[in-house]
C-alpha cells in the first residue's frame, strides 16, 4: 500500500502520481464535479512544482511515508502552491477570464 511506503523506496513517477492525485481528490471533496478534466494542467502544475522544489517535496523529507508526507513541513508549500490554485473557487475565476460562464453554470 503507498501509504506505508516511504519516499525514498517510491519511484518518481509514484510520487508525481501521488500528488496528481491528491490535487484530484482534493478538487473533488471541493465540490468540482468534473477534477478529471483538469488532469492535464494538473499534471504540468505538479511537474513544475516538483522541478523547483524537488529538495523540499521530497528529498528533507524521504524518510516519511506518503501518509506522513501528507501532514508534514513538506507537504505544507505544495498545498499553498499547488493545492490552492486548483480549488473550486480559483478554477471558476480562470474559467471567468477564459469567457467560460456557460461552463461554470453547466458544472456548478
Not at 513544475?48 to 523540499?56: D, F, N, Q
Not at 501532514?71 to 502552491?81: I, L, P, Q, R, Y
Request: aromatic share 12%.
Amino acid at each position: 500500500m503507498m501509504n506505508e511506503l516511504t519516499l525514498e523506496n517510491m519511484t518518481y513517477g509514484q510520487f508525481q502520481q501521488q500528488l496528481v492525485e491528491l490535487v484530484l481528490d482534493k478538487m473533488k471533496a471541493s465540490g468540482e464535479r468534473t477534477p478529471l478534466l483538469f488532469f492535464p494542467t494538473v499534471l504540468e502544475r505538479v511537474e513544475s512544482y516538483l522541478l523547483v522544489h524537488w529538495k523540499e517535496a521530497w528529498e528533507d523529507c524521504r524518510g516519511l511515508t506518503w501518509a506522513e508526507w501528507q501532514e508534514s513541513k513538506c507537504a505544507t508549500k505544495f498545498n499553498e502552491e499547488v493545492v490552492v490554485e486548483f480549488t473550486k473557487d480559483e478554477i471558476k475565476a480562470t474559467a471567468r477570464e477564459l469567457g467560460g460562464d456557460d461552463f461554470i453554470q453547466q458544472t456548478t
